[in-house]
């Protein structure tokens, strides 16, 4: 059964940073590309940033491009996202999820405010 189980979250100030991590446990993790997905409260799903199994491609949306950075640790099962320059627009509760199943974990909460 795949587990996906986000932490980091937390309110920042705008300009501020965050690290979200996500560990992964029953399925191989190393064999599948995974993405981080966040919805702010009234909106869908956003698509926010996409990487493949071994790390070598990622793809970001529009409103955060150069401003996070995905990542993962195959052998710690682990996946990444770094948040910088934050704005108020970011809040949201951020998932990660993995792409053959299409299971999200339980997000972890971001807010941005002063």
């Known amino acids: 059964e795949v587990q996906l189980v986000e932490s980091g979250g937390g309110m920042v100030q705008p300009g501020g940073s965050l690290r979200l991590s996500c560990a992964a446990s029953?399925?191989?993790?190393?064999?599948?590309?995974m993405r981080w997905v966040r919805q702010a409260p009234g909106k869908g799903l956003e698509w926010v940033s996409l990487?493949?199994?071994?790390?070598?491609?990622?793809s970001y949306a529009d409103s955060v491009k150069g401003r996070f950075t995905i990542s993962r640790d195959n052998a710690k099962n682990t996946l990444y996202l770094q948040i910088n320059s934050l704005k108020p627009e970011d809040s949201a509760v951020y998932y990660c999820?993995?792409?053959?199943?299409?299971?999200r974990g339980q997000g972890t909460q971001v807010t941005v405010s002063s």
């Open positions: 990487i493949n199994n071994n790390g070598a491609i990622t």
């Open positions: 029953g399925f191989t993790f190393s064999s599948y590309s």
């Open positions: 999820q993995e792409l053959r199943s299409m299971t």
